[in-house]
């Protein structure tokens, strides 16, 4: 037996459950109180309850038909365990970090670290990363594909022009 | 005519063909890279797409698309772990041929049956994209309703190992699509008050969540590991080194037969080049005179599995352009691509934009000449793009996707997306389910509700209209039978499988 598909399944289901049963009325429903919509056979409710009621439905199958030749339990290695959740607080940290510092100081930072965290020793690999990397892409964005990038508290005047 | 040369006239201008360049390096280099996928350079790509016109932008992507495909085979042969999942029958002869010293014979014929996959593939989307989008012309919306059940169910079904992952994913793509203002009376859904939330998720945030951030945190898992020792290209025997004519005889045949399977496969929803490179190979294996030579060394097997996985390339533009359906994750994404751009394929396109279309159709076969020429001239740099940790690569890729989901709208609420979706992505795959399907049915839900309440509206609440019908009670048929045949496959434990 496939634990593993049993278990998320199951909690697929419950949580497509929760979702037609509490998600979805929470849509307005006053459109029907309109003469000129009438016409109208299905509501904006329609769709996510067939949505929802599909996830609950192929939810259940995953939990009674688990598939073939997985194992029992989501197997990651022992030492790769810590880099993923690594890398996500790494992401997260650096978003917020972007709309402080702007997107050239704060990458410059996130790679500093990441590069760190993931064994690169380096320093004349890492310092290249760190300066050439955000600013390249700066002003690849800004200057070739005219995209703006968060400026933040320290924007570089220079690099706008 | 003189569009097809106005056409032409304008993918040879100088800027247009730097784009075309652009992305065939790029696509190839990103190609290359083991656990750097095409629909993550794709994606990675659209944003730059901006600020371009649909020529260009069509151009970086298809680009991207066809080198990248054959990028995989570089990798496969050299290190043994093939840059792509498609490449991964390329790497069972084509390794073996490189530790005899043979890796440029390889590289060379994989580039020989590329090209042939690639211009096959182009000529029968030329050929077949105008008929069915004629005929699909006689739809009206409960036809297309019908048609996009179908779609949705093919590709829900088909992709991946398992029938319920599939549609548990396609359905879970329908629910996250319903975010936003309801398509008919504008009523806004799920939306908590936030107006970045008024028009559903950003697309773009999301595909570079699902495809490349998350690729990111499955690669971290595996410790950014890269593969077997790094063959040389060229080995003590310069003769080694060259495609005889007795190697393009005994490929010739494999090629054309690979090439067509390609297409085949292409062409329906949800299966994918990796599972036509593996029945290339395998019939190419089955019909050849000594099997056993196959996987230690035979340079038919690398000749097959290229052809058929570049054969997919414009046989999955097919529906895309002609029905406005996506078949993978990388047409998705090309789909989304178009529509940044004011252009929606369909059957109309043929009609109001012919430019477009042409621009597809030549830009493929320039995407595929300029591919052999960069594989000839610059197989060595491309080699040394091998070399690059991926533990430095990935840090650079992520700060690439934070800048492109913020580019959109200048919003780090789509950041936020972003981040949020490369969570999904990675828990998906943790647990087996594919993503592309999500991708897909995201994609296809808004048109698809729409068709189905406007079907519903005009026949007055009466759900008979989807069964008589013609086309559209065939739509019906074709997707019970579908259903049937994938549950049969499925209850017998067999069947195809899909590597992106």
């Not at chain 1, 949580?15 to 509490?22: I, K, M, N």
Request: hydrophobic share 55%.
């Amino acid at each position: 037996m496939q634990r593993i598909d049993c278990v998320f399944g199951i909690a697929v289901a419950i949580l497509a459950l929760a979702f037609v049963s509490f998600g979805v009325p929470t849509i307005s429903d006053e459109w029907r109180q309109s003469g000129t919509t009438r016409y109208f056979t299905m509501g904006p409710r329609f769709y996510p309850y067939v949505a929802g009621w599909l996830c609950v439905v192929f939810g259940a199958l995953m939990a009674v038909r688990p598939q073939a030749g997985l194992p029992d339990m989501i197997d990651i290695r022992s030492d790769a365990r810590w880099r993923v959740p690594a890398l996500m607080a790494i992401a997260f940290g650096y978003v917020v970090l972007m709309q402080v510092l702007g997107f050239v100081l704060a990458s410059a930072a996130m790679l500093a670290v990441a590069l760190a965290t993931f064994g690169v020793r380096r320093w004349y690999v890492i310092l290249p990363v760190v300066v050439v990397a955000p600013l390249a892409i700066k002003l690849l964005f800004l200057r070739v594909f005219a995209l703006v990038l968060p400026g933040g508290m320290f924007e570089l005047p220079w690099v706008l022009g | 005519m003189d569009l097809v040369l106005t056409v032409a006239q304008d993918i040879l201008s100088p800027l247009n063909l730097l784009v075309l360049f652009a992305g065939v390096v790029g696509g190839m280099v990103v190609g290359a890279i083991p656990g750097l996928t095409v629909t993550m350079a794709i994606a990675l790509s659209i944003p730059f797409t901006l600020s371009m016109g649909p020529t260009p932008s069509l151009l970086m992507l298809l680009g991207i698309y066809c080198a990248g495909t054959y990028g995989g085979s570089i990798s496969a042969i050299l290190l043994n772990a093939p840059g792509t999942p498609a490449c991964a029958a390329t790497a069972a002869d084509g390794y073996e041929l490189a530790k005899q010293g043979k890796a440029y014979k390889a590289l060379r014929m994989a580039i020989i049956a590329s090209i042939y996959g690639g211009l096959f593939s182009t000529a029968v989307l030329i050929v077949l994209a105008p008929q069915i989008a004629e005929f699909a012309l006689r739809f009206g919306p409960p036809e297309l309703a019908m048609l996009l059940v179908f779609s949705l169910t093919v590709v829900g079904s088909l992709s991946g190992d398992s029938i319920p992952k599939g549609l548990f994913a396609a359905a879970l793509g329908m629910a996250l699509a319903t975010v936003g203002s309801d398509p008919m009376l504008a009523v806004p859904r799920f939306t908590f008050g936030q107006f970045e939330l008024f028009d559903g998720f950003a697309y773009i945030p999301l595909l570079i969540g699902l495809f490349a951030l998350a690729e990111m945190f499955g690669q971290a898992e595996s410790g950014f590991r890269t593969g077997g020792a790094l063959m040389p290209l060229k080995g003590a025997d310069p003769e080694g080194s060259r495609v005889t004519r007795d190697d393009l005889r005994r490929c010739a045949i494999p090629i054309f037969r690979s090439g067509f399977l390609g297409v085949f496969v292409g062409i329906l929803p949800g299966l994918g080049s990796s599972i036509a490179t593996f029945l290339g190979y395998a019939e190419t294996k089955r019909v050849a005179k000594d099997p056993s030579r196959f996987g230690k060394g035979a340079i038919e097997g690398v000749a097959a599995s290229e052809s058929a996985n570049n054969a997919v390339t414009g046989a999955t533009l097919i529906p895309l352009l002609a029905l406005s359906i996506p078949g993978d994750g990388v047409t998705a994404i090309i789909l989304g691509a178009f529509l940044i751009q004011g252009v929606t394929p369909g059957p109309l396109i043929f009609l109001q934009n012919p430019d477009i279309v042409y621009t597809v159709y030549l830009g493929l076969i320039a995407a595929n000449i300029l591919m052999g020429i960069v594989a000839v001239v610059a197989m060595r740099p491309m080699v040394t793009v091998l070399k690059v940790p991926k533990r430095v690569l990935y840090p650079i890729i992520l700060m690439v996707c934070v800048a492109g989901s913020y580019a959109i709208r200048n919003n780090v609420f789509d950041v936020y997306v972003m981040l949020g979706a490369g969570l999904l992505g990675y828990v998906l795959r943790l647990f087996n389910i594919p993503v592309a399907p999500l991708l897909v049915a995201f994609i296809l839900t808004r048109p698809f509700e729409e068709a189905l309440r406007q079907a519903l509206v005009s026949s007055e609440g009466d759900l008979t209209v989807f069964v008589t019908r013609p086309i559209a009670a065939f739509f019906v048929v074709l997707t019970v039978l579908a259903i049937l045949f994938t549950a049969r496959r499925n209850l017998r434990g067999g069947g195809l499988r899909t590597g992106d």
